[in-house]
């Protein structure tokens, strides 16, 4: 069920009548269980089977690592990270293993041939599974207890607002939030509904109607196109990846506050970014902060030497760019900004303590050049494979001579308006908070503002595609 | 009962507004703004009417039966086949699968395919259509119902229902015309010089029942600027798109060796339907005024055509070849709503010959 449907309107009416019209807490929390899985049935219901296999392995295992002796507590949680990992890679990464077996091969000599897995990636599943595998780890590292409950260990993984495209909640933010019912908050659920207004009008409105009809155009056009349409291309895609995933994070956070939940923000300007640490800080938070927790720490972060850390930081963005997706185009996206921060991190430590850094022409010119690397790496994200993908920077780079041009007037103008106004929005407010910022508007311009996202909404006539990150 | 931690004190901040005020004047305005919206759409000849969305499609694909009659094709199928008359004729109700703007190649294949289907295909045929390929938008039209038919979930399915129930209540709601996408493209802005730009399509023109009968509407059937507009509409569609400068050979020699494999694609699924006692005949629907010049230069009677009905060797009517069934299309592409009856009447003494019935 996808947030921007009229299906998911009924839902979600129906559910939050439900929800606090129940008195009791654990029947609110019964409700919300079956609204999750009903939620994530109505792709394809024999999924539903595979996330609660999934949760309940994982509930069973978490309680094996506490109650272990410290010798074979290890052990416990080797089993939990090998069979998460174990159905992500079947279902998501069995054809692409294969395709690769089978090219190393042929360079011995040896011919194989691999039967293509006819597999449905189920909806979601990375997310949920880093959603599962967090307790575990969390449990294993005593920096949470286990739940003696199954079924707020279930809603925890399977919570609808961000069940199938985060955020990543982890089991220790979530569970104690099932301890007692929501306290009364005044606002909770209008200021809950603004933001799922926010959301959807990033995702129906910027992402699906503004700008990716131009990305699809010229990402999709088979032959050279002219330098100009490509970086418009470019950008309208970075524009879109934003609006759509900062659009359902936004929407999950809203939907999530309108039952008395809070998620923490998964976005925080990062068109603003000034270098690529604080665009990690920025961009997918809840995910950069997973493998900086889970992985890059325990690999030993930076406390283990120059080159070590530049090491680790590129195992951390290559395993981060194929949990993209099977292909070795999102493996180069991720070590791109792999190589970007371990530039970074040489830069700063060269210029360390030089004040011009921090004037602000410097700061809006390396926030300038920050979004147009994040926008050359997005090439590789968003192209089907490397021949496109250099075809498109060739004529970024203006080495393509005969390129066509296959953008209107109108769509130029469009994504120039709509990027400058998200760039120039976003840089305003990179030391604030959406909250903050919309505590000091006059109520007539909130309340405009409102109305004029709703309006254009309806107008879109819910014509909207799926959200780009469910695929992952 | 015990948890887990609880050390877990985030609680979002709320921004000190009156929110309860504004979340009603906020719906207020909406509602009053939705409303104005939905005079000013019918003031202007909008009418509440389905949108002919992909799921539309799809519940009529799941209720052919294995001796069903279906017509599959372009629009000309939809606007100027009456589907009472029809059934009058035939006996039997069809089912309505042609899709505007479509290559129906794909929804043959399937039929052809589906073990089960021994029933009649009528099927029109505009040549440059039928032999678009991949992915020339033709085609990936052809495939758009196909694609949800087999890959609907239970949620599509659910907002579907609710979509046509709006649909059938509120003018505005109208894909072809009102959507902001398409408020958009009504903004004029220069273009550059040597743009390789797609042709426009034409506006909205029609009202569509549940059974996807679609009807011409009256301002389209009466000269007017709405007639010029869809009349010239059509002219670029049908105009071969210029090569582009640089277009790789290998795409090039593809979409050739596709094109060309059309017509053998064609046969085997008309065999294929023959073989299981299926029945498959082919209609040239009338065209008119500029759009049947640009059509017969581009796409003469004695290329495409001809070569299809020779290579499977199936019943076909052209309707040239039939003076009775010779109608002025007031768009130079689809009949009237009244003349779309009456065309019918005199088409269907042909397809019973052509079914040997």
């Not at chain 1, 390129?403 to 120039?416: P, T």
């Not at chain 2, 796409?299 to 070849?321: F, H, K, V």
Request: charged residues 15%; proline residues 7%; neutral net charge.
């Amino acid at each position: 069920m996808l947030f921007n449907s009229l299906t998911f309107v009924v839902f979600f009416a129906l559910v939050m009548g439900g929800y606090w019209t129940l008195r009791s807490w654990n029947a609110r929390k019964n409700l919300l269980l079956v609204a999750s899985y009903v939620f994530y049935g109505a792709w394809n219901p024999p999924f539903a089977l595979l996330l609660f296999a999934t949760t309940a392995l994982d509930f069973w295992l978490g309680a094996r690592i506490a109650a272990a002796p410290a010798g074979s507590r290890k052990a416990w949680l080797v089993a939990s990270v090998t069979a998460n990992l174990s159905m992500l890679g079947f279902f998501k990464y069995g054809n692409f293993l294969l395709e690769n077996t089978k090219w190393l091969l042929a360079q011995a000599g040896v011919t194989y041939a691999p039967p293509h897995l006819d597999l449905f990636l189920p909806i979601g599943i990375s997310f949920y599974t880093f959603h599962s595998l967090s307790y575990t780890l969390d449990v294993y590292r005593g920096t949470t207890q286990p739940t003696r409950s199954l079924r707020d260990f279930l809603l925890a993984v399977s919570f609808f607002p961000q069940l199938v495209a985060g955020p990543i909640v982890r089991a220790a933010d979530f569970l104690p939030q099932c301890d007692a019912p929501p306290t009364p908050l005044k606002n909770r659920l209008q200021w809950g509904l603004f933001l799922m207004s926010l959301g959807l009008f990033q995702k129906v409105v910027l992402a699906d109607t503004l700008l990716a009809p131009i990305a699809d155009n010229v990402f999709g056009h088979p032959s050279p196109v002219l330098t100009l349409d490509a970086w418009m291309g470019v950008f309208a895609f970075s524009g879109q990846i934003f609006c759509d995933f900062s659009g359902y994070s936004t929407c999950a956070i809203g939907a999530a506050l309108c039952l008395g939940f809070h998620l923490k923000d998964n976005f925080l300007f990062p068109f603003a970014a000034v270098g690529f640490s604080d665009f990690w800080k920025r961009w997918h938070i809840s995910l950069s902060t997973f493998l900086r927790d889970y992985l890059y720490i325990p690999l030993g972060g930076n406390r283990v030497g120059a080159i070590r850390a530049s090491v680790n930081l590129l195992i951390v963005m290559f395993l981060g760019g194929l949990w993209h997706g099977a292909a070795w185009t999102y493996v180069v996206w991720g070590l791109f900004h792999g190589l970007c921060l371990v530039v970074e991190h040489f830069f700063r430590l060269m210029t360390k303590g030089a004040a011009w850094k921090e004037t602000l022409p410097v700061q809006l010119a390396l926030c300038l050049v920050t979004y147009l690397f994040v926008c050359i790496a997005w090439v590789f994200f968003r192209a089907t494979d490397f021949p496109s993908a250099a075809m498109l920077l060739g004529a970024m780079a203006g080495q393509i001579p005969v390129g066509q041009a296959i953008l209107s007037g109108r769509e130029i103008l469009q994504v120039a308006l709509v990027i400058h106004i998200l760039w120039i929005a976003q840089w305003r407010l990179r030391h604030t908070t959406l909250e903050a910022a919309i505590a000091r508007q006059p109520v007539w311009l909130v309340g405009a503002a409102w109305t004029l996202m709703l309006g254009a909404i309806i107008l879109t006539q819910g014509s909207g595609n799926a959200f780009i990150y469910f695929q992952f | 009962m015990h948890s887990s931690t609880s050390n877990f004190d985030f609680q979002r901040p709320i921004p000190a507004l009156p929110w309860r005020s504004l979340l009603l004047t906020t719906l207020l305005l909406t509602a009053l703004g939705t409303l104005g919206w939905e005079i000013w759409a019918r003031a202007h000849g909008y009418v509440p009417s389905l949108n002919d969305t992909p799921d539309l499609w799809a519940d009529w694909r799941e209720k052919v039966r294995p001796d069903s009659i279906v017509i599959i094709g372009d629009s000309r199928a939809i606007f100027d086949m009456d589907l009472n008359e029809l059934e009058k004729g035939l006996g039997q109700r069809p089912i309505q699968l042609a899709m505007p703007g479509s290559c129906a190649y794909p929804v043959l294949e399937n039929l052809a395919n589906d073990p089960t289907f021994h029933g009649t295909i009528l099927c029109s045929i505009v040549p440059g259509m039928w032999m678009a390929p991949p992915p020339a938008p033709p085609y990936l039209n052809g495939l758009k119902g196909l694609n949800r038919y087999h890959k609907r979930t239970l949620s599509q399915r659910a907002g579907h229902h609710i979509g046509m129930f709006l649909e059938k209540r509120l003018a505005f709601l109208n894909e072809e015309d009102l959507t902001l996408s398409q408020l958009l493209l009504r903004i004029s802005v220069p273009n550059r010089a040597n743009s390789y730009l797609p042709p426009a399509l034409p506006p909205y023109f029609s009202t569509m029942d549940a059974d996807r009968r679609t009807w011409m509407a009256d301002a389209c059937a009466q000269p007017g600027p709405l007639q010029d507009r869809v009349k010239f509409g059509w002219l670029p569609l049908f105009t071969p798109p210029p090569f582009p400068d640089y277009t790789p050979k290998e795409v090039l020699e593809g979409m050739a060796r596709m094109v060309e494999a059309r017509f053998g694609q064609t046969a085997d699924a008309v065999k294929k339907i023959h073989e299981r006692g299926g029945k498959i005949v082919f209609i040239r629907f009338p065209n008119s005024g500029e759009l049947q010049k640009l059509e017969d230069l581009g796409t003469p009677r004695a290329g495409i055509w001809t070569r299809l009905m020779q290579e499977t060797g199936a019943p076909n009517i052209y309707y040239s070849d039939h003076p009775e069934l010779i109608f002025d299309c007031p768009e130079w592409s689809h009949l009237s709503a009244p003349d779309s009856v009456e065309f019918t009447k005199r088409l269907v003494p042909y397809l019973q010959q052509a079914l040997g019935k």
